[in-house]
């Protein structure tokens, strides 16, 4: 059985870490030790410090020499920077809709709303369902190969989504990806528009009330720099 490249090992770490920090499995602020992820991980250090770098770049990790690294807090600037990103991909699409949608892509969409109110489901299944159907859209415009450059610019916004989910009852987005795909359907191109806007829109305001409530997830200002007493603290 051939063993795995260093490649292959990073490629691992990197999706793994990037899928934790994403779903708040490592909260914003938490530190990162390379040791102790390589050990939970079974690598060594190595691909777990490129992966941090990887991360870095992408602005989901901080790396403060010295001190450590650290999942970067929700920045509001780069949650609105991907939101004003997504609503101009997935606005513009809307514009493209064809006379008679593909019947196939219209009956997904509607298997994904009814999957959407199953009783009981958790944050991570609503939000594959919810990321599903917005692609779905894309896809009966004939832009489903922009979701890709859309998912890769929103890990502060999904970050904040997720949050969101967690005060918010799904059934409140189900009722607006419904208004949508009315809309959609109907022809009502400006319908369409603005209720999807409206809906794209809703985050901010689960932003502005999380981070009344929890402010130490969310970045303030110029970046704050984490300072070493007998443990790691932001100040």
Not at 94 to 121: H, I, T, Y
Not at 157 to 170: E, K, N, V, Y
Not at 225 to 234: A, D, F, K, M, S
């Amino acid at each position: 059985m051939a063993r795995p490249t260093s490649r292959s090992n990073r490629r691992t770490v990197y999706e793994t870490l990037r899928r934790e920090v994403l779903t708040l499995e490592l909260p914003p602020g938490s530190a990162l030790s390379e040791n102790e992820l390589a050990a939970r991980l079974g690598v060594s250090r190595t691909p777990v410090r490129e992966s941090l770098i990887l991360l870095a770049e992408e602005g989901l990790v901080q790396v403060f020499p010295q001190v450590g690294s650290f999942v970067s807090r929700v920045d509001p600037a780069r949650v609105a920077d991907a939101q004003f990103l997504r609503e101009a991909v997935e606005l513009a699409s809307l514009e493209d809709l064809p006379a008679r949608p593909d019947p196939d892509l219209v009956r997904e969409l509607r298997e994904n709303l009814s999957a959407q109110r199953r009783p009981g489901l958790d944050v991570e299944e609503f939000f594959a369902l919810d990321e599903a159907f917005h692609h779905a859209l894309l896809r009966l415009s004939g832009h489903g190969n922009a979701w890709t450059t859309v998912v890769a610019a929103k890990g502060h916004l999904d970050r904040a989504r997720r949050l969101g989910l967690q005060a918010t009852a799904p059934p409140a987005f189900t009722d607006q990806h419904v208004e949508i795909l009315d809309a959609v359907l109907a022809g009502g191109v400006a319908a369409a528009r603005t209720a999807m806007r409206a809906h794209l829109r809703a985050v901010f305001d689960d932003v502005e009330q999380i981070r009344a409530r929890t402010p130490e997830l969310f970045a303030s200002g110029p970046t704050s720099v984490p300072v070493r007493r007998n443990v790691v603290v932001w100040e």
